[in-house]
Protein backbone atom coordinates (compact mmCIF):
# COMPACT_ATOMS: atom_id res chain seq x y z
CA UNK A 1 0.00 0.00 0.00
CA UNK A 2 2.87 2.66 1.59
CA UNK A 3 5.21 3.79 -0.70
CA UNK A 4 7.46 4.39 1.68
CA UNK A 5 8.70 0.77 2.40
CA UNK A 6 11.66 -1.12 3.07
CA UNK A 7 13.39 -3.00 0.69
CA UNK A 8 16.58 -4.66 1.04
CA UNK A 9 18.15 -3.40 3.92
CA UNK A 10 16.85 -0.12 4.24
CA UNK A 11 13.46 1.90 3.90
CA UNK A 12 13.07 3.77 0.34
CA UNK A 13 10.20 6.09 -1.30
CA UNK A 14 9.10 4.27 -4.15
CA UNK A 15 12.88 3.30 -6.14
CA UNK A 16 14.61 5.97 -4.35
CA UNK A 17 16.27 4.66 -1.23
CA UNK A 18 15.92 7.46 1.89
CA UNK A 19 19.53 7.39 3.02
CA UNK A 20 20.53 9.05 -0.85
CA UNK A 21 18.10 11.47 -0.42
CA UNK A 22 19.54 12.52 3.37
CA UNK A 23 23.03 12.35 1.69
CA UNK A 24 22.08 15.15 -1.08
CA UNK A 25 19.34 16.93 0.75
CA UNK A 26 20.83 16.85 4.31
CA UNK A 27 18.49 16.29 7.08
CA UNK A 28 16.10 16.85 8.73
CA UNK A 29 14.08 17.09 5.10
CA UNK A 30 10.35 16.42 4.26
CA UNK A 31 10.42 13.36 1.80
CA UNK A 32 6.81 12.99 -0.30
CA UNK A 33 6.11 10.76 -2.93
CA UNK A 34 3.79 11.64 -5.95
CA UNK A 35 2.88 8.04 -6.27
CA UNK A 36 1.27 7.98 -2.83
CA UNK A 37 -0.06 11.77 -3.44
CA UNK A 38 -1.73 10.08 -6.31
CA UNK A 39 -3.07 7.23 -5.10
CA UNK A 40 -4.86 8.72 -1.73
CA UNK A 41 -6.38 11.45 -4.83
CA UNK A 42 -7.45 8.75 -7.17
CA UNK A 43 -9.21 6.65 -4.28
CA UNK A 44 -10.66 9.49 -2.55
CA UNK A 45 -11.95 11.05 -6.44
CA UNK A 46 -13.21 7.26 -7.59
CA UNK A 47 -15.66 6.53 -4.29
CA UNK A 48 -17.08 9.95 -4.91
CA UNK A 49 -17.44 8.64 -8.62
CA UNK A 50 -18.46 5.11 -7.87
CA UNK A 51 -21.32 6.53 -5.34
CA UNK A 52 -22.53 8.38 -8.44
CA UNK A 53 -21.73 11.95 -6.72
CA UNK A 54 -20.94 14.87 -9.20
CA UNK A 55 -17.77 15.84 -7.49
CA UNK A 56 -14.92 18.37 -8.07
CA UNK A 57 -12.22 17.71 -5.43
CA UNK A 58 -10.65 20.92 -4.09
CA UNK A 59 -7.34 20.22 -2.25
CA UNK A 60 -7.10 22.38 1.32
CA UNK A 61 -4.02 23.53 0.51
CA UNK A 62 -2.95 24.63 3.95
CA UNK A 63 -2.32 20.81 4.79
CA UNK A 64 0.95 21.35 2.43
CA UNK A 65 1.15 24.22 0.29
CA UNK A 66 4.50 23.30 -2.04
CA UNK A 67 4.31 24.09 -5.12
CA UNK A 68 5.43 21.07 -6.65
CA UNK A 69 2.86 19.38 -4.62
CA UNK A 70 0.09 21.01 -5.71
CA UNK A 71 1.12 20.29 -9.32
CA UNK A 72 0.96 16.55 -8.97
CA UNK A 73 -2.91 17.18 -7.46
CA UNK A 74 -3.74 19.40 -9.94
CA UNK A 75 -2.27 17.47 -12.76
CA UNK A 76 -4.64 14.74 -11.49
CA UNK A 77 -7.82 17.08 -12.31
CA UNK A 78 -7.63 18.68 -8.06
CA UNK A 79 -8.24 21.89 -7.64
CA UNK A 80 -7.59 24.01 -4.42
CA UNK A 81 -9.15 25.32 -1.23
CA UNK A 82 -7.50 28.46 -0.43
CA UNK A 83 -6.85 30.36 3.16
CA UNK A 84 -5.29 33.47 2.18
CA UNK A 85 -3.61 35.66 -0.94
CA UNK A 86 -0.57 33.69 -0.84
CA UNK A 87 -2.32 30.11 -1.10
CA UNK A 88 -3.99 31.85 -3.91
CA UNK A 89 -1.02 32.67 -5.31
CA UNK A 90 0.53 29.20 -5.26
CA UNK A 91 -2.02 27.76 -6.35
CA UNK A 92 -2.26 30.10 -9.31
CA UNK A 93 1.55 29.56 -9.54
CA UNK A 94 1.28 25.82 -9.45
CA UNK A 95 -0.93 25.87 -12.38
CA UNK A 96 -4.49 25.26 -10.61
CA UNK A 97 -7.43 27.35 -12.89
CA UNK A 98 -9.16 30.00 -11.00
CA UNK A 99 -12.47 28.45 -11.57
CA UNK A 100 -11.26 25.68 -9.33
CA UNK A 101 -10.33 27.25 -6.42
CA UNK A 102 -12.39 28.07 -3.40
CA UNK A 103 -11.50 30.94 -1.03
CA UNK A 104 -12.34 29.64 2.85
CA UNK A 105 -11.13 31.10 6.05
CA UNK A 106 -13.11 33.70 8.64
CA UNK A 107 -10.82 36.93 8.09
CA UNK A 108 -10.39 37.27 4.11
CA UNK A 109 -9.03 41.35 3.76
CA UNK A 110 -10.63 43.53 1.05
CA UNK A 111 -7.50 42.57 -0.58
CA UNK A 112 -7.39 39.19 -0.58
CA UNK A 113 -11.00 39.25 -1.90
CA UNK A 114 -10.23 41.61 -4.97
CA UNK A 115 -6.87 39.40 -5.81
CA UNK A 116 -9.19 36.41 -5.25
CA UNK A 117 -11.82 38.20 -8.20
CA UNK A 118 -9.05 39.08 -10.33
CA UNK A 119 -8.60 35.25 -10.36
CA UNK A 120 -12.11 34.73 -11.17
CA UNK A 121 -12.00 32.23 -8.72
CA UNK A 122 -14.67 29.61 -8.11
CA UNK A 123 -16.52 30.12 -5.19
CA UNK A 124 -16.18 32.62 -2.00
CA UNK A 125 -17.10 30.42 1.10
CA UNK A 126 -18.17 33.46 3.38
CA UNK A 127 -18.43 33.24 7.31
CA UNK A 128 -20.04 36.00 8.48
CA UNK A 129 -22.58 38.93 7.94
CA UNK A 130 -19.99 41.98 7.81
CA UNK A 131 -17.60 39.29 5.40
CA UNK A 132 -20.65 39.13 3.04
CA UNK A 133 -21.06 42.59 3.10
CA UNK A 134 -17.39 43.53 2.49
CA UNK A 135 -17.59 41.35 -0.47
CA UNK A 136 -20.92 42.63 -1.92
CA UNK A 137 -18.84 46.04 -1.85
CA UNK A 138 -15.41 44.73 -3.19
CA UNK A 139 -17.01 42.31 -6.28
CA UNK A 140 -19.48 45.41 -6.81
CA UNK A 141 -16.86 48.38 -7.02
CA UNK A 142 -14.85 45.63 -9.36
CA UNK A 143 -18.19 45.36 -11.49
CA UNK A 144 -17.89 41.83 -10.64
CA UNK A 145 -20.60 38.91 -9.40
CA UNK A 146 -19.22 36.06 -7.66
CA UNK A 147 -20.53 33.41 -6.58
CA UNK A 148 -21.08 32.23 -2.83
CA UNK A 149 -21.49 29.71 -0.16
CA UNK A 150 -22.43 30.39 3.41
CA UNK A 151 -20.18 28.61 5.43
CA UNK A 152 -22.79 27.24 8.07
CA UNK A 153 -22.04 25.52 11.53
CA UNK A 154 -24.32 22.62 12.07
CA UNK A 155 -23.34 22.39 15.98
CA UNK A 156 -22.04 19.36 15.61
CA UNK A 157 -18.66 17.54 18.04
CA UNK A 158 -16.51 15.82 15.62
CA UNK A 159 -15.05 14.12 18.08
CA UNK A 160 -11.50 15.15 17.28
CA UNK A 161 -8.69 16.79 19.00
CA UNK A 162 -9.83 20.53 20.48
CA UNK A 163 -7.63 22.54 18.43
CA UNK A 164 -8.95 21.40 14.89
CA UNK A 165 -12.73 21.17 15.76
CA UNK A 166 -14.49 23.20 14.01
CA UNK A 167 -18.02 22.63 14.06
CA UNK A 168 -19.26 23.48 17.49
CA UNK A 169 -21.84 26.65 18.05
CA UNK A 170 -18.46 27.83 20.44
CA UNK A 171 -16.36 27.72 17.72
CA UNK A 172 -15.76 30.62 15.63
CA UNK A 173 -16.09 29.12 12.25
CA UNK A 174 -19.17 29.72 9.97
CA UNK A 175 -22.73 31.33 10.91
CA UNK A 176 -24.81 29.23 13.39
CA UNK A 177 -27.28 27.24 11.22
CA UNK A 178 -30.54 28.04 12.64
CA UNK A 179 -29.73 32.02 11.71
CA UNK A 180 -28.20 30.74 7.80
CA UNK A 181 -31.92 31.45 6.75
CA UNK A 182 -31.88 34.96 7.38
CA UNK A 183 -27.96 35.42 6.32
CA UNK A 184 -28.82 33.77 2.68
CA UNK A 185 -32.15 36.06 2.60
CA UNK A 186 -29.45 39.17 3.59
CA UNK A 187 -27.09 37.83 0.84
CA UNK A 188 -29.71 37.87 -2.23
CA UNK A 189 -30.41 41.81 -1.11
CA UNK A 190 -26.88 42.41 -2.08
CA UNK A 191 -25.41 43.29 -5.27
CA UNK A 192 -22.19 41.54 -6.38
CA UNK A 193 -22.63 38.32 -4.92
CA UNK A 194 -24.78 35.22 -6.02
CA UNK A 195 -25.77 33.03 -3.08
CA UNK A 196 -25.54 29.82 -4.72
CA UNK A 197 -23.86 27.20 -2.57
CA UNK A 198 -23.45 25.84 1.08
CA UNK A 199 -20.55 25.37 2.51
CA UNK A 200 -19.49 23.10 5.86
CA UNK A 201 -16.46 22.23 7.61
CA UNK A 202 -17.00 20.34 11.22
CA UNK A 203 -13.10 19.69 11.89
CA UNK A 204 -10.02 17.63 10.95
CA UNK A 205 -8.62 14.15 11.99
CA UNK A 206 -12.36 12.72 12.34
CA UNK A 207 -11.82 8.92 12.77
CA UNK A 208 -15.81 8.36 13.26
CA UNK A 209 -17.98 8.82 10.87
CA UNK A 210 -21.41 9.96 12.79
CA UNK A 211 -20.43 13.53 12.99
CA UNK A 212 -20.62 13.42 9.14
CA UNK A 213 -23.51 12.28 8.94
CA UNK A 214 -24.87 14.46 11.28
CA UNK A 215 -23.48 17.45 9.62
CA UNK A 216 -24.32 16.83 6.09
CA UNK A 217 -28.06 15.96 7.25
CA UNK A 218 -28.60 19.15 8.61
CA UNK A 219 -27.25 20.74 5.54
CA UNK A 220 -29.81 18.77 3.36
CA UNK A 221 -32.70 20.13 5.47
CA UNK A 222 -31.14 23.35 4.82
CA UNK A 223 -30.66 23.81 1.19
CA UNK A 224 -34.33 22.36 1.34
CA UNK A 225 -35.54 25.49 3.25
CA UNK A 226 -33.62 27.66 1.27
CA UNK A 227 -35.28 26.34 -2.33
CA UNK A 228 -38.37 26.80 -0.13
CA UNK A 229 -37.45 30.50 0.43
CA UNK A 230 -36.55 31.00 -3.20
CA UNK A 231 -32.95 30.42 -3.33
CA UNK A 232 -31.18 29.07 -6.45
CA UNK A 233 -28.81 26.48 -4.80
CA UNK A 234 -27.24 24.12 -7.27
CA UNK A 235 -23.50 23.84 -5.43
CA UNK A 236 -22.84 22.49 -1.92
CA UNK A 237 -18.94 22.60 -0.40
CA UNK A 238 -19.14 19.89 2.13
CA UNK A 239 -15.20 20.45 3.20
CA UNK A 240 -12.77 18.62 4.35
CA UNK A 241 -11.79 16.62 7.67
CA UNK A 242 -11.34 12.67 6.59
CA UNK A 243 -8.66 11.45 9.27
CA UNK A 244 -6.15 8.86 8.33
CA UNK A 245 -3.96 6.47 10.66
CA UNK A 246 -1.03 7.37 12.26
CA UNK A 247 -1.02 4.66 14.20
CA UNK A 248 -3.59 3.05 16.17
CA UNK A 249 -6.48 5.33 14.57
CA UNK A 250 -9.22 3.26 12.52
CA UNK A 251 -10.25 5.99 10.06
CA UNK A 252 -13.61 5.14 8.45
CA UNK A 253 -12.94 4.21 4.56
CA UNK A 254 -13.41 6.45 1.57
CA UNK A 255 -16.34 4.19 0.49
CA UNK A 256 -18.12 4.77 3.65
CA UNK A 257 -17.40 8.33 3.54
CA UNK A 258 -18.77 8.39 -0.06
CA UNK A 259 -22.15 6.48 0.31
CA UNK A 260 -22.93 8.31 3.24
CA UNK A 261 -22.71 11.75 0.89
CA UNK A 262 -24.35 10.09 -1.36
CA UNK A 263 -27.65 8.90 1.64
CA UNK A 264 -27.68 12.10 3.26
CA UNK A 265 -27.06 15.10 0.04
CA UNK A 266 -27.04 12.81 -3.27
CA UNK A 267 -30.37 13.52 -4.18
CA UNK A 268 -30.31 17.21 -3.85
CA UNK A 269 -28.96 17.33 -7.38
CA UNK A 270 -26.12 19.57 -6.56
CA UNK A 271 -22.79 19.51 -7.75
CA UNK A 272 -20.34 18.63 -4.39
CA UNK A 273 -17.00 20.15 -3.74
CA UNK A 274 -14.57 18.41 -1.06
CA UNK A 275 -11.65 19.90 0.31
CA UNK A 276 -9.51 16.84 1.82
CA UNK A 277 -6.08 17.63 2.78
CA UNK A 278 -4.47 15.69 5.50
CA UNK A 279 -6.49 12.53 3.75
CA UNK A 280 -4.47 13.21 0.49
CA UNK A 281 -1.05 14.51 1.89
CA UNK A 282 -1.02 12.97 5.08
CA UNK A 283 0.48 10.04 4.41
CA UNK A 284 2.17 10.78 1.28
CA UNK A 285 5.42 12.50 3.21
CA UNK A 286 8.09 11.32 6.20
CA UNK A 287 10.21 13.40 8.11
CA UNK A 288 13.97 12.34 7.65
CA UNK A 289 15.74 13.26 10.61
CA UNK A 290 19.24 12.32 11.94
CA UNK A 291 20.14 10.83 15.68
CA UNK A 292 22.48 13.57 17.11
CA UNK A 293 23.16 12.04 20.48
CA UNK A 294 22.31 8.80 22.53
CA UNK A 295 21.74 9.66 26.18
CA UNK A 296 21.01 7.12 28.74
CA UNK A 297 19.94 8.63 31.72
CA UNK A 298 18.81 6.90 34.16
CA UNK A 299 15.42 6.03 33.97
CA UNK A 300 14.91 7.27 30.12
CA UNK A 301 16.66 6.27 26.55
CA UNK A 302 16.75 9.63 25.01
CA UNK A 303 17.50 9.87 21.29
CA UNK A 304 18.80 13.47 20.60
CA UNK A 305 17.89 14.18 16.69
CA UNK A 306 18.66 16.67 14.17
CA UNK A 307 14.75 17.72 13.65
CA UNK A 308 12.27 19.98 16.57
CA UNK A 309 9.04 21.28 17.26
CA UNK A 310 9.95 24.08 14.55
CA UNK A 311 10.22 21.56 11.73
CA UNK A 312 6.95 19.55 12.99
CA UNK A 313 5.35 20.83 15.30
CA UNK A 314 2.09 18.47 15.63
CA UNK A 315 3.17 16.81 17.93
CA UNK A 316 3.85 20.38 20.72
CA UNK A 317 0.48 21.60 19.54
CA UNK A 318 -1.61 18.45 18.86
CA UNK A 319 -0.22 16.08 21.06
CA UNK A 320 0.09 14.03 17.70
CA UNK A 321 2.06 11.26 17.80
CA UNK A 322 3.80 9.98 14.37
CA UNK A 323 5.03 6.58 14.15
CA UNK A 324 9.05 6.86 14.12
CA UNK A 325 11.27 3.90 12.36
CA UNK A 326 14.90 3.58 11.31
CA UNK A 327 15.38 3.96 7.79
CA UNK A 328 17.70 1.05 8.05
CA UNK A 329 15.87 -2.51 8.53
CA UNK A 330 15.77 -3.49 12.10
CA UNK A 331 17.09 -6.55 12.72
CA UNK A 332 13.86 -8.82 14.04
CA UNK A 333 13.42 -8.85 17.68
CA UNK A 334 16.39 -6.21 18.45
CA UNK A 335 13.49 -3.57 19.33
CA UNK A 336 13.70 -1.68 22.42
CA UNK A 337 10.70 -0.41 24.00
CA UNK A 338 11.54 2.33 25.65
CA UNK A 339 13.29 5.12 23.67
CA UNK A 340 12.09 9.10 24.08
CA UNK A 341 13.01 10.34 20.58
CA UNK A 342 13.57 14.40 21.32
CA UNK A 343 14.57 17.39 19.41
CA UNK A 344 17.62 19.87 20.25
CA UNK A 345 15.40 23.08 21.31
CA UNK A 346 14.81 24.24 24.92
CA UNK A 347 11.22 23.30 25.20
CA UNK A 348 9.46 20.06 27.36
CA UNK A 349 6.88 20.09 23.90
CA UNK A 350 10.07 19.61 21.52
CA UNK A 351 8.77 15.64 22.50
CA UNK A 352 8.24 13.59 19.35
CA UNK A 353 8.09 10.44 20.96
CA UNK A 354 8.07 8.54 24.43
CA UNK A 355 8.54 4.67 24.94
CA UNK A 356 9.11 4.49 21.04
CA UNK A 357 9.78 1.06 20.32
CA UNK A 358 13.06 1.36 18.19
CA UNK A 359 16.37 -0.89 17.27
CA UNK A 360 19.52 0.23 19.58
CA UNK A 361 21.00 3.30 17.79
CA UNK A 362 23.52 4.96 17.56
CA UNK A 363 24.81 8.64 16.68
CA UNK A 364 24.12 9.12 12.93
CA UNK A 365 21.59 6.63 12.28
CA UNK A 366 18.92 8.14 10.51
CA UNK A 367 15.21 8.19 11.65
CA UNK A 368 11.63 8.27 9.75
CA UNK A 369 8.84 10.02 11.20
CA UNK A 370 6.04 8.86 9.21
CA UNK A 371 2.31 10.69 7.52
CA UNK A 372 4.05 14.01 8.01
CA UNK A 373 2.76 15.06 4.35
CA UNK A 374 -0.02 16.93 6.40
CA UNK A 375 0.92 20.08 8.79
CA UNK A 376 4.19 19.43 8.52
CA UNK A 377 6.54 21.70 6.50
CA UNK A 378 3.58 24.66 6.20
CA UNK A 379 3.95 25.09 9.59
CA UNK A 380 7.72 24.76 9.81
CA UNK A 381 9.29 27.85 11.35
CA UNK A 382 13.00 28.88 12.02
CA UNK A 383 12.48 29.10 15.64
CA UNK A 384 15.87 29.17 17.64
CA UNK A 385 17.27 30.61 14.19
CA UNK A 386 16.95 26.44 12.54
CA UNK A 387 17.09 26.28 8.99
CA UNK A 388 13.88 26.39 7.58
CA UNK A 389 13.60 22.71 6.55
CA UNK A 390 13.95 21.31 3.34
CA UNK A 391 11.49 19.55 0.84
CA UNK A 392 12.13 16.93 -1.30
CA UNK A 393 9.75 15.16 -3.84
CA UNK A 394 10.11 11.46 -5.39
CA UNK A 395 8.80 10.20 -8.14
CA UNK A 396 9.71 6.55 -9.24
CA UNK A 397 13.70 6.26 -9.22
CA UNK A 398 13.89 10.99 -9.51
CA UNK A 399 13.87 12.84 -6.88
CA UNK A 400 14.17 16.79 -6.40
CA UNK A 401 14.66 19.23 -3.88
CA UNK A 402 11.38 21.05 -4.35
CA UNK A 403 12.01 23.62 -1.29
CA UNK A 404 15.88 24.09 -0.45
CA UNK A 405 16.56 24.46 3.11
CA UNK A 406 16.42 28.56 4.04
CA UNK A 407 20.20 28.98 6.45
CA UNK A 408 19.89 31.75 8.74
CA UNK A 409 21.92 34.49 6.42
CA UNK A 410 19.05 34.22 3.94
CA UNK A 411 16.16 35.08 6.48
CA UNK A 412 19.01 37.16 8.39
CA UNK A 413 19.13 39.20 5.07
CA UNK A 414 15.43 40.34 6.16
CA UNK A 415 17.12 42.39 9.50
CA UNK A 416 19.06 45.00 9.98
CA UNK A 417 20.06 47.22 12.97
CA UNK A 418 18.23 50.20 13.46
CA UNK A 419 18.71 53.52 12.17
CA UNK A 420 20.48 54.74 15.00
CA UNK A 421 22.72 51.69 15.37
CA UNK A 422 25.11 51.97 12.98
C1 LIG B 1 -8.57 22.67 7.37
C2 LIG B 1 -9.69 22.72 6.42
C3 LIG B 1 -9.85 21.71 5.46
C4 LIG B 1 -8.96 20.50 5.38
O1 LIG B 1 -9.07 19.69 6.49
P1 LIG B 1 -8.39 18.25 6.51
O2 LIG B 1 -8.71 17.70 7.83
O3 LIG B 1 -6.95 18.43 6.30
O4 LIG B 1 -9.03 17.44 5.41
C5 LIG B 1 -10.88 21.85 4.55
N1 LIG B 1 -11.72 22.90 4.59
C6 LIG B 1 -11.61 23.89 5.49
C7 LIG B 1 -12.54 25.04 5.47
C8 LIG B 1 -10.58 23.83 6.43
O5 LIG B 1 -10.47 24.80 7.35
Known amino acids: MSNFKYRKDEMYAEDVALSRIAEVAGTPVYVYSAGELTESYTRFSSALATAGLNARVCFAMKANSNIAVIRTLSDLGAGADVVSGGELERALAAGVSGSAIVFSGVGKTPGEMRQAISASIGQFNVESVPELEMLSYVATSMGANVDIAIRVNPDVDANTHHKISTGRQEDKFGVDIARAGEIYARAATLPGIAPVSVAVHIGSQLTDIAPFRAAFARVAELVTELRAA ?53 PAGVLITQVIYVKEAEVRRFAIVDAAMNDLIRPALYDAIHRIETVRRPVTDTLIHDWDVVGPVCEAGDTFAKGCPLPPLAEGELLVMRDAGAYGAVMSSVYNSRALVAEVLVHRDSFTIVRARQEPAVFMGYENLADWQH
Open 230 to 282: GHNIHKLDLGGGLGIDYGGHTPPPVEDYAALVSETVGDLGCELIFEPGRYLAG
